[in-house]
């Protein structure tokens, strides 16, 4: 089994565009593989791309609210871990 390390915490999800705001609590990088647990939600998947307010950014840091397109639903206090 790969490690994984908590990265964030969704904070809102958009349906209509299938984006997931995630509150960082460590560096997260465009092309990382992670992995989104919680209640109902569980399913891996790389990060394609990232923003903030509409830009695109190539790292985010801890402490900034970022904006990921997800492959399925999520919902808000979901746990984003890192993959290795």
Do not use: C, H, P, W
Not at 42 to 57: L, P, T, Y
Request: net charge negative; glycine share 8%.
């Amino acid at each position: 089994m790969s490690d994984k390390k908590l990265v964030g915490v969704v904070t809102r999800y958009f349906a209509k565009i299938g984006v997931a705001a995630i509150m960082l609590e460590d560096t997260l990088k465009v092309g990382s593989k992670i992995s989104v647990e919680g209640t109902t939600t569980n399913f891996e998947q790389n990060v394609a791309s990232m923003q903030i307010d509409r830009a695109d950014i190539q790292v985010g840091e801890a402490g900034q609210e970022i904006a990921i397109k997800v492959s399925d639903r999520v919902r808000e206090k979901d746990k984003v871990y890192l993959l290795d």
